[in-house]
């Protein structure tokens, strides 16, 4: 089975950029600890006005926003369907935006060491960098990013462990949002000697 970097398509004209979740510490959506994953709500800011689209990464944590199109399409998926598995939508609030539709955050607990560190391109934090020497050692940037797929142990929607920014989803989520209809995603593939830049 492929497995693709999931981004957000920003060659869309005109489609709007949210901003930061309020009131809350983006950065908890990407490695989330267990009490995070309570029911709640949240509310985001419209950044840029424009076209409103299916699928974003919102503020400077990059927080997935499906909108309730995108979350249908992925029902009956074990992760997202089954109780504290992997996937957790929770109902958040676009202010400044006009709109019938319902979004939601999209919070990826399952993290995956499955980066194939010989196939693929990237650069490593220095322990004398200017600004995050704190990070001495993690990835900084991929000019190409491949995964193994024999370590992905039958996931559909994970982030790279090593490198928590990066969302990996499987052919079957790509087909589904696509055969949805979602605007907005994008599917980079990473499971080939393709690769892709991120």
């Not at 419209?46 to 076209?51: L, S």
């Not at 400077?60 to 909108?67: F, G, K, M, N, R």
Request: glycine share 6%; proline share 5%.
């Amino acid at each position: 089975m492929n497995y693709y970097l999931l981004r957000q398509d920003m060659d869309i004209p005109d489609r709007w950029v949210l901003g930061a979740v309020r009131h809350v510490d983006n950065w908890l959506f990407r490695d989330p600890p267990v009490e995070f994953m309570e029911p709640g709500s949240y509310s985001v800011d419209v950044h840029f006005p424009g076209r409103q689209v299916d699928f974003s990464l919102a503020g400077y944590a990059d927080v997935p926003v499906l909108s309730e199109k995108a979350c249908d399409a992925l029902c009956g998926l074990a992760e997202v369907d089954e109780p504290y598995r992997n996937v957790v939508f929770q109902r958040v609030e676009v202010v400044g935006a006009v709109s019938e539709n319902n979004y939601f955050v999209m919070t990826i607990e399952t993290q995956v060491d499955c980066i194939d560190q010989v196939q693929s391109s990237f650069e490593r934090f220095a322990s004398n960098d200017p600004v995050r020497p704190d990070l001495d050692g993690r990835y900084r940037v991929f000019t190409n990013l491949i995964i193994d797929s024999q370590r992905i142990g039958g996931h559909h929607i994970f982030r790279l462990s090593d490198y928590l920014r990066a969302i990996i989803v499987s052919e079957v989520v790509k087909e589904r949002l696509e055969m949805a209809g979602v605007i907005g995603a994008k599917f980079d593939l990473v499971s080939s000697d393709a690769g892709t830049v991120f």
